[in-house]
T-cell receptor, first 113, second 114 residues
Framework: RKEVEQDPGPFNVPEGATVAFNCTYS??????FFWYRQDCRKEPKLLMS???SGNEDGRFTAQLNRASQYISLLIRDSKLSDSATYLC??????????????FGTGTRLTIIP | NAGVTQTPKFRILKIGQSMTLQCTQD?????MYWYRQDPGMGLKLIYY???????DKGEVPNGYNVSRSTTEDFPLRLELAAPSQTSVYFC?????????????FGQGTRLTVV
């Protein structure tokens, strides 16, 4: 089983719609969680951290379910500029107790005018 | 602000050649990472480092070597380049332990092995 799994999509969504992505992780000891955004041929950039109680940043809502080991991202009122690949990232303990960031394969989103 | 700087941005190598991808960061981050991203795929961890003098293998270390002699620099060495190493390489850095472990990425090195 992969450490972090995402539906690769693509998701083609009309402008103004709501879209949701899920991500599952295998290591129950994982400590922190993030959503990154990657535009075509660019480097990934942090979109938002995911807190245990859930958190919101404008049109974006992230939630964490530790019992089921999944993370979600909800985008409301989608804009053309939201078209990108969304990467689920988990901070897991590696060998010798060190931490490492593990990336999912990403979910590709295209907003259609 | 410089952040994470990678050089070169593009490179074409012949099979069997070697090269070093350079990465430097000016944020005094302890953790540094090398990822590769194949077309249409996610990021795969090659090597990472938790501080100067300490490195560990990631998911796909074969064919690569790293060193971390300073906090700022984390070069990635390719020996005997193979077509399977054609990819985009990203270097990243982050703070050490804590819930807010945001990673900052360089702009990537696009490598083609022919």
């Amino acid at each position: 089983r992969k450490e972090v799994e995402q539906d690769p999509g693509p998701f083609n969504v009309p402008e103004g719609a709501t879209v949701a992505f899920n991500c599952t992780y295998s290591n129950s000891a994982s400590q922190s969680f993030f959503w990154y955004r990657q535009d075509c041929r660019k480097e990934p950039k942090l979109l938002m951290s995911v807190y245990s109680s859930g958190n919101e940043d404008g049109r974006f809502t992230a939630q964490l379910n530790r019992a089921s080991q999944y993370i979600s991202l909800l985008i409301r009122d989608s804009k053309l500029s939201d078209s990108a690949t969304y990467l689920c990232v988990v901070n897991t303990a590696s060998n010798f107790g060190n931490e490492k960031l593990t990336f999912g394969t990403g979910t590709r989103l295209t907003i259609i005018p | 602000n410089a952040g994470v700087t990678q050089t070169p941005k593009f490179r074409i190598l012949k099979i069997g050649q070697s090269m070093t991808l350079q990465c430097t960061q000016d944020m005094n981050h302890n953790y540094m990472y090398w990822y590769r991203q194949d077309p249409g795929m996610g990021l795969k961890l090659i090597y990472y480092s938790v501080g100067a003098g300490i490195t560990d293998k990631g998911e796909v270390p074969n064919g690569y070597n790293v060193s971390r002699s300073t906090t700022e620099d984390f070069p990635l060495r390719l020996e005997l380049a193979a077509p399977s190493q054609t990819s985009v390489y990203f270097c990243a850095s982050s703070y050490s332990r804590g819930w807010s472990t945001e990673a900052f990425f360089g702009q990537g090195t696009r490598l083609t092995v022919v």
